[in-house]
């Protein structure tokens, strides 16, 4: 009798063990780092390195034979990379704060430039034609969206008070 609840504690004890240490081997582990708050916006580091991939993938189609114009363009558009992404989130911020949309003009630029692309072809087609370079189509109109916000907001806040 005596031996049975030795082995049952002992048990216990074991399992007790095996639990704590998968609770410590489960303990919270940092995803993303933020490396910019702008108002009530972050920017993570992972979104910080898909621009700096995407940035150096531009440079290096923009000069695919000088290395030296690459690694200097590289270089200094590096530098500035986080200031334009804080720029891209206090311009979004804004033109929500005053309720600039902007989608049926993203729309009709994406419509434009499939048919630059090619008249004959519809969105999925152009989607396919994007996705064969690597390019989603959400950062196009991600891209768009930031520009025709800017073009909005320079021409609502600066240009036209004048």
């Known amino acids: 009798m005596k031996l049975k609840s030795i082995s049952f ?91 600039v949309d902007v989608e049926p003009d993203i729309n009709r630029t994406i419509l434009e430039l499939i048919k630059q692309t090619n008249p004959n072809w519809g969105l999925k087609e152009f989607q396919d034609y994007l996705s064969q370079q690597n390019i989603d189509i959400e950062d196009v109109r991600k891209v768009y969206r930031t520009q025709l916000q800017r073009r909005v907001l320079l021409f609502r806040e600066v240009i036209n008070p004048i």
Do not use: H, Y
Not at 43 to 59: G, H, M, N, V, Y
């Open 9 to 99: 504690s002992l048990r216990a004890v074991v399992m007790l063990l095996a639990f704590l240490t998968t609770a410590v081997a489960q303990e919270p582990q940092i995803v993303d780092e933020v490396v910019a708050r702008v108002n009530s916006d972050i920017i993570t580091r992972s979104a910080l390195l898909k621009a700096e991939a995407e940035f150096i993938s531009q440079i290096k189609q923009s000069f695919p034979n000088d290395e030296a114009k690459q690694k200097e363009e590289i270089e200094k558009g590096l530098s500035t990379l986080i200031e334009l992404l804080i720029e891209e989130k206090l311009i979004a911020q804004r033109a929500a704060e005053l309720s």
